[in-house]
């Protein structure tokens, strides 16, 4: 089964060596399930021809903003609908979860509350996962048939489904504590030092992205045609 990576940012450039860009950690995060990956880093302008270049499709994070003034991001937005109206599945976390959710009539902004920062809980109503995550802009307004499914006090939609094929989620499965400690170094210019250090302290404590990650593998599969 193919899988495509759509890659709307790149990871740092310090952490890379060691870690992989973020196409490398979804790699690993769904390793085990026989799928075929293939990327296209659309930051970069490269893009697929169209929903067939894949079975299923998932797009990573970016630390870029979907409400901003890029080249490539039109496109991607096409190509998000494009897929949805295929039928495929699609996929998305943090950014992807918020250019889906925008290129499907939803509305994302800078969020009012401030920073998410490394661990965090979120309620999937049958069980409480403690996920990384890295953002401050958030879904604010759904598109039309989404449906919430986790949320917490600080982040309202952090996953949704959307239709038959959709799925999204605001938190990184795909961020184990390697990757937090890279972004607390190069990329909190922004963070106040209070989320800093509940992050850092946070480091070693166990989170469930095999859990989440097998969820994503079934949504993937089981909605392949």
């Known amino acids: 089964m193919r899988i495509g990576l759509l890659q709307p940012g790149h990871a740092p450039d310090e952490v890379r060596g060691q870690l992989g860009d973020y196409a490398d950690m979804f790699e690993r995060l769904l390793t085990g399930h026989d799928f075929r990956f293939e990327r296209w880093d659309v930051v970069d302008g490269v893009f697929p021809d169209g929903p067939g270049a894949a ?19 039109p496109r991607l937005e096409e190509l998000v609908r494009e897929i ?3 039928g495929k599945p699609l996929v998305g976390v943090c950014f992807g979860h918020q250019v889906i959710a925008q290129a499907l009539g939803g509305k994302v902004e800078k969020f009012r509350g401030g920073w998410a ?5 979120y309620d999937f109503g049958d069980e409480q996962l403690a996920l990384n ?7 604010v307004e759904l598109p039309p048939d989404a449906q919430v499914i986790a949320s917490n ?5 952090a996953a949704l489904v959307i239709g038959d094929n959709v799925l999204t989620i605001q938190p ?33 404590t166990e989170t469930a992205n095999a859990e989440l990650g097998q969820r994503m593998a079934d949504f993937l599969r089981k909605g392949a045609k």
């Open 153 to 157: 006090d600080f982040c309202e939609n």
């Open 55 to 73: 079975d299923a499709w998932l797009i990573t994070g970016s630390r870029h903003g979907v409400y901003e003034d890029h080249p490539w991001l």
């Open 133 to 139: 995550a890295w953002h401050q802009d958030q879904v």
């Open 117 to 121: 920062v490394g661990r965090q809980v």
């Open 84 to 86: 949805v109206d295929s």
């Open 172 to 204: 990184h499965p795909e961020f184990g504590a390697a990757m937090i400690e890279g972004l607390l170094a190069h990329r909190a210019g922004s963070v106040p030092d209070a989320l800093k250090d509940a992050a850092r302290a946070g480091l070693r």
